[in-house]
């Protein structure tokens, strides 16, 4: 009876998973949404005050636990190594270039940033340990195990996954020797196929052109350039610019040595209009992100060459990007593409977990997926309970009148808060902590971006959909329980729902099933039923540079200083 905690421990989105004996996930949540701290940099996931609470939830006092992580030994022992030499002190640090180096980042910025994992892997377990003695006053604690960091990706991703045998490609910014690797999903077992080698980064490449737009990859800005490139235009200068950090020899991607990269974003920058830093530049995001779709094809591949397969399960950090996934069913002998909710570092916290239980339980196989996203917090009503003495504008709806009555709000050109059930895992919000809104009129995407969201106005918004009508509203239409690709709007359908048509004609769908998300089905279904239209629009639950919200306080405090017109959390109505 071994529960097992999985900590993901990068320097950046760091997250727990807690499974149990069965291998089923009880658990898992990213740290950014505890602390409300945009991707949590430099934070520990485990937290002693946290763990204690979620222990006593979820694990009974007489169990053993486990702990496992995402970064391997060989690895950390390298780390520790460079740690002892001394390359981690700020002396050291001095030393180091400010400028650009062949890994597309900073020389001292990379090195910072090795550093910082080097002590997350140092804290690793740490706060669960204190948080088991907090809990129960002792910690049956087997032992911490650690596991490569992409083999922690393609475990979760491939497990999660309704695949038995599958291709696996990881693509993100870095792992233990390179930034890729790929794996062979046979029978429900992991199979290491490849692992590049080199600092060559197809994350890293993104994160530059984020940079050089006018945006921040440190902040996670990457989103920018993927709702941006839309509004671009192909400048082939800016292409033949691009281009020259890198070549593909086969299926071989090589990136240009550090000189040249430099010379590269200086010639950029140079380039780089004057407004670009207050509406960013439209036509490199464009490039930038055609560039990147040219290196991944590369990668997929080599992937199909070596594991041929008609199911492709990709992950990593470069699988959040929508745009491209969209485009991949249909190519390189792959019918089907499953990326699962959480495919950056977050999800490594369910990889290590269940490599893990695997290592203990060898007969033990994943149970068919795609696994829940509903895996997270669930929000106390108890501050509405009390508010109910005070404010008039609030209610409690009978549970059969929360789909309907919100549903006619929404008719009515209604802003929405819209917290039910246990958060989502992952960055997308896909029901549960969402901001809803009718699509049909032309400019709902704008007032929502101006009186709510507080963001750029050419971000765009997602449509959730009934599964079983979007075979008629989108193209080629393929299942997306997790909001992970964008598709065609047939052009029938585009004018009747323009707030979540995206300027290149497509949208980063939801498939909404009841089986998946009875009342987000049922919500959709009676706005379906009032409009004829089996969408509405949806977007994450927060304002710009904020993480997704956590507790009731939040989603209140963002309801009385934003232009939401109500808030529905759980069975309670709030409205203006």
Known sequence: MTYTIGLATTFHDPAIAIIGPDGEV????ATERYLQFKRAPNCEPDTAPRMESLLKRYIPADAQVAIATSWGEDFTGFLDQMSRAGSFSLDALLKLSPELNRSLVPERTERALIASLHQGQQRAGIGTLLGLDRAFGKANVTGLTRFGHHLSHAAYACWSSPFTDAACLVVD???ETGASAIFALEGGRIREVKRHRGRESIGFYFGLVTDLAGFDQAKGEEWKIMGLAPYGRTDERLMALLRRLYTIEGHRLSFAKADVVRAVAAEILSLRPADALDSGWADLARCGQDVFAEMMEALLGETA??????NLVLAGGCALN????GRIAGRHGFAEVFVPSAPADDGNAIGAAWLSHAQRNPAWRAPK?????????TVSTEALERMQAWEPRLRRLAPDEVAPVTAKLLTEGKLIGWVQGRAEFG???????????DPRPADAKDILNAKVKYREAFRPFAPSILAEQAPNWFENYQDAPYMERTLTWKQAVRARVPAVVHEDATGRLQSVTAQRNPRYHALIAAFHALTGVPVILNTSFNIMGKPILHSAEDAILMFYTSGLDALVIEDWLLVK
């Open 322 to 325: 929508s745009s491209f996934n």
């Open 305 to 310: 060459a070596l594991v041929p397969s008609p």
């Open 369 to 377: 997926g795609p696994l829940s996203p509903y895996l997270g917090s």
């Open 173 to 175: 910014g870095m792992g």
């Open 427 to 437: 960055p997308r919000a896909l029901g549960n902590r969402s901001i809803i809104a």
């Open 26 to 29: 009880l658990f898992a949540e």
